[in-house]
C-alpha cells in the first residue's frame, strides 16, 4: 500500500469540522478530532510526529533545535518506508520543518510564490508512474498557505502585546476564515485528483493539522508559538484507506501516535534496533476500544523579547478533563477544569491541589522517562 500524508499547517480544529472538502472526508474515514501536538510550532510538532517521540527526548524542542534531532536514536517515518522498498518523495516550506533522513528527494517550495495545487498534482502524476511499475511510494505533502498568510498579514505586522490586534478579533477570524477556504478547497482538489489517478484504490492518505492558530484568543499570542492552551494545541487527522473506515474517535490522542498508527496499517514491524517511541498505535481505537492517553507539549513564550528562547519555557500536560501548564519563565502553574471550562479561562490551581499534585507527577514521570 502507497501512502500520502497531506499536513494542512495551521488549520484549526473548530474550522476543519465545518470545512466542506474536510467534512465529505470526514464521514466516510477514520477521523480523530482531538489530536494534542506537542508543540504549537511546526518545527517541533513534525519532527515529533515524524519520530513518534516528544521533543523533549528526540532533541527538537525549540524553533533553533532541528540540527539537534537524534536520527541515530529514533528512526522517522521515510526511513522507516525507505527501508522497507518504497520511493520516498515529499514537498515542504523549508529545510527545517522535516528530519530529512530517508527521502529519495525531497522538494522546498516557495511559499510566497508557487502555486501549490499544481505543484502537489505533478509530484501526484510523478507517484503515478512509480506505482504502474509496481513499486510502493511515500509523498509528503505541505499545505503552507495558512501560516504564509499569518506570516505576512499578522506575525510581520503586530507583536504578542499589539493592542489593535487583541482588541479586533472578529477581524482576525474573518482573515483567518478565509485563509481555511482556500485550504479547504486545496484538499477538496488534491483529494479528487488522487481518485481521479486511481491512486485512492491502493494507498492510504493521511491527512493532519500540525497545530492550531490563535486569533487573539489569549493577549500574548496573536498566533501560535506561544502557550499550550487548547486553541493552539489541539490539531486532528484523518486515515483515509482504500477500503474506508467510517469512525470519529472523540476522546483526546497525541501527535506522537500518528507514526505508530501508519506502520501499523502498512503492516511495518519498528526497528528495535532504536529506542522506544512514546507514541501508540491507534488502530485499537479505530477499532471500537476505549482508552484514555496523557499528552505532554511544550513551547517557548518569547515574552517580551520578540525572539523564541532556545529551550521550552512553558510545559503542559493534559487528559480529556483537566490541564496543568507549568510557566517555567515565572515560575507559575496553571490548571483549567476542561470539562466546565473548555476554553481555559479560570486558573483553580489554588483550589484543586489534589489534581494539580497528580498532574506534576504525571508530567515528571514523562520528563524523567
Known sequence: MNLVFITIDGARQDRIVKGNNFKKLISKNAFFPKVIAYAPFTIAAMHSIFSGVYGSKNGVNSYWSSPNFKKDLFKTLPRYLSDSGYATFGDSINKLILP??????????????DDLTSRHKTLLDKMTKINEEEKNFFLYLHYSNIHTGIMKQVLQKYNN?????????????????????????????????????????????????????SVGEKFGERAYGVFCYDTTLIATSLFCLPTPIKQTYTKQVRSIDILPTILDILDIPFDKKYKKIDGES??????????????????????????????????????????????????????????????????????NKTQSKKMFDQMNEILSS
Do not use: C, M
Open 161 to 213: 502585546f499589539s493592542k489593535e490586534y487583541f482588541d479586533n478579533k472578529e477581524k482576525n477570524s474573518l482573515f483567518y476564515d478565509k485563509l481555511f477556504h482556500e485550504a479547504d478547497i486545496y484538499l477538496g482538489e488534491i483529494t479528487q485528483y488522487i481518485k481521479k489517478l486511481k491512486l485512492n484504490e491502493n494507498t492510504l492518505v493521511v491527512i493532519i493539522s500540525d497545530h492550531g492558530i
Open 100 to 113: 530529512p533522513t530517508g527521502f529519495d528527494e525531497l522538494k522546498i517550495h516557495d511559499e510566497l510564490n
Open 282 to 351: 491507534l488502530i485499537p481505537l479505530i477499532n471500537g476500544n476505549e482508552d484514555t492517553r496523557i499528552a505532554f507539549s511544550q513551547s517557548g513564550n518569547p515574552l517580551k523579547s520578540g525572539k523564541p528562547p532556545k529551550e521550552p519555557n512553558v510545559f503542559a500536560i493534559r487528559t480529556d478533563d483537566w490541564k496543568f501548564i507549568k510557566n517555567i519563565h515565572d515560575d507559575t502553574q496553571e490548571l483549567y477544569d476542561l470539562n466546565n471550562d473548555p476554553n481555559e479561562n479560570v486558573n483553580v490551581i489554588n483550589s
